[in-house]
């Protein structure tokens, strides 16, 4: 071939081909490595220096090079291009997920722009609160059982809101003090508080309020609303706008006028006019603290006592003691009173009845409290939501049953009482009373005190603390008829077994060994007599409400079994003793007055309980609200139980310590009780159609810790049984309250249970040697009838002792506020028993002192 005809000179670089080769060929991995390899071509040497290895670390990084995607980049090719370089295409490993300083700060910048841009919209869209229609309380009414009105209460009464210039500075001071000290600077919010509120309502947690005055301020507003995420944002939102377009006087104002101070007071002017009787822009410094104090739950701060067992009115006022103190120190301690200043106020300041309470005298303010605590408990409503009003609300409450229980307490106590001539023992005696009726469990009467109007605020139909006595012996009676005794295996237990009713008797555990009193000596059991009966039946000791029988009786059935009863009765667990011994069986629990009638109601409804309750309609703005149905019955023990209870309850009216229910005549059945020391009197007792239960007991209302008072010369006579003065409050009330109702009487009672011997006994039937294991009877029939009241140590009646029984019988009550000591507890004594010194009382002459 000419010359001319050859091709030119290849580049150095070897030409298009060896560059096609160079970049076709993959590196082994000597190139890998950094090593030369030989190439089968000799034109391969005119390439880079270094051959494939110096091509690959001359091609810039990451081009994707060697193995990979993104070979081609290698050859020239340009990556494709991306708007978010994550993960990142410049890195290798894991270090193609670490963010670049521009992404962070990038997405940083973006999601402020969008959170800044929410809550502008968000701040944007939201209104102000407006403190008028937020202080606008409407009345609550309530009806009687007729329909009639009762009683109205908060709405329009001092219910005006007020500008900063009528309230005082020292009442500014004390809430800024109290409350938020850094509200005059700060912008409406705590971020802190509110991440915490929001993180924990988030979780499903406890909800929190805003700690600044403005979050108070907003969540006033919004009292009907649910403690939500979308509510508490809301309130953020409007906090914030209000801590940049408001001055602080105006949401200082607003707070004020909103707040809720207890005793229906809505806003600083009718908290000034409810506690002190005196327009805001005349309190004194004091007060001022006081009702700043009442600014952290009036529920739990306001001295008259709030709703649950925390919130009584000895806890409220100390608490409010010691917050009124804290306010006026944190004053000084802010820098808003001077140390000097503060030493002026050293008491407590006083206050007035409010105008509710003016307004509801007599048994009205216990009425309406007793609906309204009702009606807060079934559908979960707080006090402040109660308090800004618009409820109509229906009661049980009959007008006319709830005079005739008022009228027989103002009676026998105006007739039983001197405060002026024994200023030492009448002083401080409290009457309490609450009747159910039988069919439904609605309560119908009620007697709380002498009424609010009076200064009495705590109502004694619900009383704490008051051990029942006596009154107990029934449920231990119904457990052994519903689940027998250890004794009679099981078997359902006959009220003519046989107990020793002797004074002092031993009382034995479930194992036959006698239990132990504190030196460790032999446990014995007292009743109120020293009287030794022997063994007598359990119907006998019902009737004389002789002690020891029941004290060993409940250790047969067992204490859980008996406690199980009187639940399904009524009888509320917490009110219950705790302890296994025998002051138990006695009465050392204490049920209110309401639940002990509602709990008998069971007896006379033969075994079946309705739970109480007060309220059967209630409407809110217009439209009922659902709920208040009557509680549905519920079968608490079998109903021959139920109406052998009804029948020993029966002989304790017409032949034991209740003769002076008598009166009433009509079939009636109903327990005495006593307690240690005289300290409380009761009687409980039904008909077919009403149950009713009347307390009587002594303590100080305004003492720190309300304790029971022995009730020894009270009235002028020694000691007071539930025989005397609740018997006979009992018979008045329900002469009225049964006045022209048919006469109905109680189912008849089944033979029901075994006749058995409890603790060597000697045998019912006739047996030359009677053994003393237990000894079952296959009837109730073997077993010969309760025998009379013993006539031993009795003594002739007085003339004049109408309700004077010649034999003395014996006693007991039950019930000791110590727990069961080795003295046990004292009894109530059959109606002759007791000394007979005191006046006649009223109508017949019958003698106070007298009866059990």
Known sequence: ?????????????????????????????????????????????????????????????????????????????????RLINYPRADRDGWKRFVPSWKLVSGSALGFFAIITAGAGIGIAMVGKPDPNLAA????????????????????????????????????????????????????????????????????????????????????????????????????????????????????????????????????????????????????????????????????????????????????????????????????????????????????????????????????????????????????????????????????????????????????????????????????????????????????????????????????????????????????????????????????????????????????????????????????????????????????????????????QLVFDVGHEKVRRVAESTGILRDSMDPANNASFALGTSTPSAIRMADSYATFAASGTHREPFSVTKVVKDGDEVPGFEAPKAQKAMDNSVADNVTKVLQNVVQNGTGTKAKKLGRPAAGKTGTTDQNKSAWFVGYTPELSTAVTLFRTDPNSQDKALMSMNNVGGVDSIHGGDIPAEIWTEYMKAALKGAPVKQFPVAEDLGVIADAMGAPSPTPSPSPSPSLSVSPSPSMSPSPSPSPSKGGKPCKPWELYCNPTTGGTSTGGTTDGGTVDGPSGDPSPSSSPTSGKPGRSGGSIWGAGG
């Open 1 to 81: 071939m000419s010359e001319h005809r050859r091709k030119p000179p290849q580049s150095p670089g070897g030409g298009r081909a060896a560059a096609r080769r160079a970049a076709q060929q993959r590196p082994g991995r000597g190139a890998a490595a950094g090593h030369d390899v030989p190439t089968a071509s000799p034109s391969e040497g005119y390439g880079p220096p270094g051959g494939r290895a110096g091509a690959r670390r001359a091609a810039p990084r990451g081009s994707g090079g060697g193995r990979g995607r993104g070979s081609g980049a290698a050859a020239g090719r340009p990556g494709k291009s």
């Open 136 to 551: 606008k309380a409407q009345n609550n009414v309530f009806y009687w059982a007729n329909g009639e009105q009762m009683a109205a209460t908060g709405g329009s009464t001092n219910r005006q809101i007020v500008g900063i210039d009528k309230i005082p500075k020292s009442m500014q001071n004390a809430v800024i003090a109290a409350e938020n000290e850094s509200f005059e600077t700060d912008k409406g919010v705590d971020p802190m508080g509110i991440a915490r509120a929001v993180f924990n309502m988030a979780r499903g947690g406890s909800t929190q309020g805003g700690s600044t005055i403005t979050q108070q301020y907003v969540k006033n507003t919004y009292l009907d609303s649910e403690q939500t995420l979308k509510r508490k944002v809301t309130e953020l939102f409007i906090s914030i706008k209000l801590g940049v377009s408001e001055e602080k006087d105006e949401i200082l104002a607003g707070y004020l006028n909103t707040a809720y101070y207890g005793r229906d007071a809505y806003g600083i002017q009718a908290a000034a006019r409810a506690y002190f009787g005196k327009d805001c822009k005349d309190l004194n410094p004091s007060e001022s603290a006081f009702l700043a104090s009442l600014l952290k739950g009036p529920n739990l701060y306001n001295p008259d006592g709030g709703i649950g067992n925390a919130a009584t009115p000895e806890a409220n006022d100390k608490r409010a003691r010691q917050r009124w103190a804290w306010v006026l120190d944190r004053e000084v301690e802010v820098g808003r009173m001077t140390a000097a200043e503060r030493a002026q106020y050293k008491d407590f300041p006083q206050r007035i009845d409010s105008e509710q309470a003016r307004s509801m005298a007599g048994q009205t303010g216990y009425l309406v409290e007793t609906a309204k605590q009702y009606v807060m408990k079934t559908k979960n409503i707080t006090a402040e939501q109660m308090a800004r009003g618009g409820y109509q609300i229906w009661t049980t409450f009959d007008k006319q049953k709830v005079e005739a229980m008022s009228k027989a307490v103002d009676d026998i106590r105006n007739d039983f009482l001197d405060e002026k001539k024994r200023p030492e023992y009448d002083t401080h005696v409290q009457f309490g009373a609450a009747s159910v009726d039988v069919k439904s469990g609605a309560i119908v009467a009620l007697y709380g005190g002498p009424g609010w109007d009076k200064k009495h605020f705590s109502n004694n139909a619900n009383t704490i603390g008051v051990p029942v006595g006596s009154t107990w012996k029934p449920y231990v009676l119904a457990a052994a008829m519903q689940y027998g005794t250890q004794n009679s295996k099981g078997a359902a237990l006959s009220a003519d077994s046989k107990y020793n009713g002797n004074d002092q008797t031993v009382i034995n555990d479930r194992n036959g060994t006698p239990l132990r009193d504190s030196s460790g000596r032999p446990f014995k059991q007292k009743n109120e007599s020293p009287t030794q009966y022997g063994y007598v039946t359990l119907n006998e000791a019902m009737e004389k409400s002789i002690n020891t029988p029941f004290a």
